[in-house]
C-alpha cells in the first residue's frame, strides 16, 4: 500500500588499485547495502561534502558581494577621494 522509501546517499566510494579511494557523484549508494563500518565511513564523508558545499557557498556569496561593492558608483567615488 505505502512504498517506503529508500534512504541512499548521493555518491559512491570506490576503492582504487593503490588504496586510494575516489568520489563518484553520479552514482547513489541505498544505506540498505551498507555494512555498519561502511555507512559510518559514508556517513563521515556525506558530512565533509556538506562542509566543503557550504565553504562554496559562502565564498560564492561573498564573490558576489565584493564585485557588487567594486561596480556601486558611490563606493567608485569614496575611493577616488580617497575615503575607502
Not at 593503490?18 to 565511513?41: F, R
Request: aromatic share 8%.
Amino acid at each position: 500500500m505505502f512504498e517506503k522509501e529508500k534512504v541512499c546517499f548521493s555518491f559512491r566510494l570506490i576503492d582504487m588499485g593503490n588504496g586510494s579511494q575516489v568520489i563518484d557523484e553520479s552514482i547513489k549508494t541505498p544505506m540498505d547495502a551498507l555494512t555498519p563500518e561502511m555507512q559510518a565511513e559514508y556517513m563521515e564523508v556525506h558530512e565533509q561534502l556538506a562542509f566543503m558545499k557550504m565553504i562554496q557557498k559562502n565564498d560564492r556569496r561573498e564573490t558576489e558581494r565584493g564585485r557588487k561593492l567594486v561596480r556601486n558608483p558611490l563606493h567608485r567615488l569614496a575611493c577616488f577621494c580617497g575615503l575607502a
